[in-house]
């Protein structure tokens, strides 16, 4: 008994060693085919710094969008400050109006100083019906001097099909004003431009379709970018089961409504809206030239580079240094210690021991008393030498 229970326990410990040895073996191609079919999204270290949002607040569904409108009309009850006899516009349009009401003027007879010529623009939203109300721009055509106080008179709205879809009237905000008396004058804000809130009507629905091929919606990212779309898949798949969410390209997400929310469309869209997301942006440097503003982001870096701007020179260099093993590591790693030097002819010298970012440089240029421009030329430079790794902007 005791050599028949020594046979089977060599046995099965052999057994188990197989298999392990199996398992092991195949471990890798397993391992590669889930990977496969599920891909995780990591996330990088840089990546705490990006602010974690709701998907409504990147992203929109496809066919979800507004309609722009337009029309001509006027505005009346200025006090003096409407077109002069130089717009034609005005004096066209009033001597229209008045014809159709059965009274014929001479238009070279007009005189109109309280009547404005204007082009109403408004936004109709999607999903909008009959009846609702929806803001108006009135924007002078002629050459009225200001638009306080007048009011527009009803005025079709038409969309790019020709289409009337809403209808404006009401008085006209514009925020601010414009007083002239004894040859001076005092103005504030633009008042040639105002807005009626709440002054269209929509008198048309315009069709809108969210649901594509009967069982699939699209998630269009407002700042189209790879690793964005492949998160926000990811985060859908996470809850939602089925697999729900693939990311079409940098811009559109592809999602399959799950059986649980069949026929409840808009609550799956509302669940999806609400799922946080951290997004990810390219290294981009913005500049402003004429204002002297530079926004950058923060993945933005600069290499190994040597600068001459008149009395300035700035320097950025990158030394390997070796990093002595910790608690959680075993080995030794290799790390680069970066060293940004600004220097001018007084010898003031500012050094800062950190990464190389284009937030290094400015700050070490602002502590030198170095000018706007100044920084924005050194950065064109840089960009124009490949030192500067990030998308160079000029507004």
Known sequence: MRTRGS????????????LAVLGAALAPVYGQ??????????????SVNQPTVRIKDIARFDGVRDNQLYGMGLVIGLEGTGDGR?????VQMVANMLERFGITVDRDALRLRNVAAVMVTA????FVRPGDRID??????????????????????QAADGQVYAVAQGPVSIGGFNVRSGGSQTQRNHAAVGTIPGGAIVERFVPTTVVQDGNYLTLLLTQPDFTTAARVADVINQVFTPITAQAVDRSAIRLQIP?????RVVEFIAAVEELPVTPDAVAKVVINERTGTIVMGHRARVATVAIAHGSLR????????????????SEAVVVEQTTVAVEEERARTVVLESGASVEDVVNALNAIGATPRDIIAILQAMKAAGALYAQLEIL
């Open 136 to 157: 108006v721009t009135v924007s002078s055509i002629g050459d009225a001097r200001s638009l306080q106080g007048g009011f527009l008179l009803q005025t079709p709205l």
């Open 259 to 263: 059986p649980a929310f069949a026929g």
């Open 86 to 90: 130089g717009s034609q516009a005005s």
């Open 314 to 329: 700035v320097r950025v260099e990158t030394q390997p240094l070796v990093a002595l093993p910790g608690e959680e590591s």
């Open 33 to 46: 085919a889930a990977e496969g079919l599920r891909p995780a999204v990591t996330v990088s270290a840089e």
């Open 7 to 18: 046979v089977l326990y060599l046995f099965l410990c052999a057994t188990l060693a197989g």
């Open 123 to 126: 936004d109709l939203p999607a």
